[in-house]
């Protein structure tokens, strides 16, 4: 049976128990963070906990840890897992208390899980061939720059790409891009890559930032800008990015087809660099 990480313990996961009373059960209280691990090792592990760190500070919840102590216990769960490449699933909550009260408790007594799974690669296929998108308006909050459990939005709209048979659903808000339901979004146009600055609006991803370090390492034209629906239709190329899936590209976005209907020749190329870093980066560290 698969051990899980809760509050201080190692236990079974099917002995784990929280109170009924966690505000991450009742509200969605509660912040995460998911951390991919390559050859055992975790990918921009700095990076993860500094956002968990900005993801607690907007809901107002002390860090139960240091980043020493985040850094033990994820290398206690990536040793206590038998595959070479996990992922890490890490949530904090705000703890249970007595009444269901919209209000902080007086005192307040995180819960931490954490949980590490394999992490299937995608299908060869999904990175030859490209996969299909769909798209809805974003009407989550505006707070979508913390890294929240609150995901029912989020949920809902990943669902009508599994409606329609498709792996995304990209998001516009007013008119411009934000993001997709669990990843942000690139477009390419006219050879140059082009994405929406950080903002509320977004998660800043951590995926996005690599993105972003190869594309100036590489010399790719860039830029960071609102993205009207407009030139996403009409993009050469479109690519979603998060820690479990790393980059791919989007194909077709509502049924019809992006550029050629192929990745494209700057996904080809990201998708060499992103692989050739992630292998350096895993074995330096
Ligand atoms: N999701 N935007 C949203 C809304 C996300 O949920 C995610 C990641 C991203 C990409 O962030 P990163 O590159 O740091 O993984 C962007 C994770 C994987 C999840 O919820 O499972």
Redesign the pocket.
């Known amino acids: 049976m698969q051990k899980v990480y809760l509050n201080g313990e190692m236990v079974a996961l099917n002995e784990a128990r929280i109170s009924v009373m966690d505000r991450g059960f009742l509200f969605g209280d509660g912040v ?1 963070e ?1 951390i991919p691990v390559y050859s055992r090792r975790p990918f921009r592990l700095f990076e ?1 906990l500094r ?1 968990l760190q900005r993801s607690l500070d907007g809901i107002r919840l002390a860090n139960p840890h240091t980043d020493d102590e985040w850094t033990a216990l994820i290398k206690r769960l990536i040793a206590a897992t038998d595959a070479d490449e996990q992922q890490i ?1 890490l949530q904090v909550t705000r703890g249970a208390d007595t009444v269901r009260n919209h209000a902080f408790p007086k005192v307040t007594v995180p819960t931490v899980f954490m949980k590490c799974d394999p992490l299937i690669p995608p299908h060869r296929q999904e990175f030859e061939l490209g996969i299909a998108a769909v798209s809805a308006s974003d009407n989550r909050w505006l707070r ?1 720059d913390i ?1 929240s459990t609150s ?1 029912l939005a ?1 949920c809902l709209l990943r669902q009508q790409a599994e409606d329609a048979g498709c792996i995304e659903t990209l998001l516009f808000r007013d008119g411009f891009l934000s ?6 979004v690139f477009v390419v146009r006219d050879g140059v890559l082009v994405a929406p600055p950080k903002t509320h609006l ?7 930032d690599v993105v972003l370090e190869l594309a100036t390492r590489h010399g790719l034209s860039h830029e960071l800008r609102d993205v009207t629906e407009a030139e996403v239709r009409l993009a050469s190329e479109i690519w979603i ?5 790393e980059v791919r590209a989007v194909v077709s976005l509502d049924g019809r087809s992006i550029g050629t209907g192929r990745p494209g020749p700057v996904y080809e190329k990201m998708h060499r660099w992103y692989q050739e870093f992630k292998s350096a980066a895993t074995r330096a560290s």
């Open positions: 995460y998911v993860h956002r699933y979508c890294k995901l989020n993001e997709a339901s669990a990843s942000n977004i998660l800043p991803g951590i995926t996005y990015c998060s820690s479990t899936r």
